[in-house]
C-alpha cells in the first residue's frame, strides 16, 4: 500500500480543516491509498518578518507569496533539524492577506481595530491573496491565487453586534466568511472560497497535479 506523508505549515485551524476533509482529493491526484497528515507550526515570528520583507517589497500584492515560502525554508529545517526524512514527503505553507486601497490588512491586535477594518471595507471591494508553497519530490513550487469580496453598506449597530457574536481577532481582515450567513457582511464574491476561508484548495490540487 502506497502511503505518502503530508505535512501541512501552519497553526491556522480553518486549512488544518480544509485538509482533512479533502484528503481523498490528494489521496487521488497523488495516486496513493494511505496520506498520513500531520501539523506542524512554523516557528516565524511574522511581525519582525514583515520588516525585512516591506523593506524589499515593490509589489504590494507579492507579500503572502514571499511569506508561504520563508514558512517552507522554516519547516524544511525543522525537520532536517529533526533528522526527518523527507522521501515520500508533501509540505504545503500557504499565506493569506487582505489587500485594500494598496494596503495589506492582517489579523487586528484589538477589537478598535477590528472595527475600523470594517468600516473601511463597507461598501467597497477588496482582494483576498493567497500566496501558497509546496515541497514535493525534492522541489519546492510557489504560486499565488486571487479572490475578491464585495462588502454590504455596514453601519455601527451592524459591525457591534458582528463582532460581539463572532471571533475574528484571529482572522485576517477581521472577518469570518463563513459565519457570514448569519449577518451579511458580504454582497458577493468572485473566486475560490477556500481562498477566502485561508487555503486555495482548488490552486493547489492543480498545482500537484500538474507536478504529478
Excluded: C, W
Amino acid at each position: 500500500m502506497k502511503t505518502i506523508n503530508l505535512i501541512l505549515g501552519s497553526s491556522s485551524p480553518r486549512r488544518k480543516e480544509i485538509i482533512k476533509n479533502n484528503l481523498d482529493k490528494f489521496k487521488e491526484i497523488l495516486k496513493v491509498e494511505n496520506i498520513i497528515l500531520n501539523i506542524i507550526s512554523p516557528t516565524l515570528n511574522e511581525r519582525e518578518l514583515d520588516k525585512t520583507i516591506f523593506s524589499n517589497l515593490n509589489n504590494i500584492e507579492a507579500y503572502p507569496l514571499i511569506l508561504s515560502r520563508f514558512k517552507m525554508d522554516n519547516i524544511l529545517e525543522m525537520l532536517k533539524n529533526q533528522n526527518y526524512s523527507l522521501d515520500n514527503t508533501l509540505i504545503i505553507t500557504s499565506d493569506t492577506s487582505i489587500v485594500f486601497k494598496n494596503k495589506i490588512y492582517g489579523k487586528p491586535i484589538s477589537k478598535e481595530e477590528n472595527i475600523k477594518f470594517l468600516k473601511e471595507f463597507s461598501n467597497s471591494t477588496q482582494k483576498v491573496i493567497s500566496g501558497f508553497s509546496i515541497y514535493y519530490k525534492n522541489n519546492i513550487y510557489s504560486s499565488t491565487t486571487t479572490s475578491l469580496v464585495s462588502f454590504n453598506k455596514l453601519d455601527n449597530n451592524i459591525i457591534n453586534d458582528y463582532l460581539e457574536k463572532i471571533p475574528t481577532l484571529d482572522k485576517a481582515g477581521g472577518y469570518s466568511y463563513q459565519d457570514d450567513d448569519k449577518f451579511h457582511l458580504i454582497n458577493n464574491i468572485k473566486g475560490s472560497t477556500f481562498n477566502i476561508i485561508g487555503l486555495p484548495l482548488e490552486e493547489i490540487l492543480h498545482k500537484l497535479n500538474e507536478i504529478n
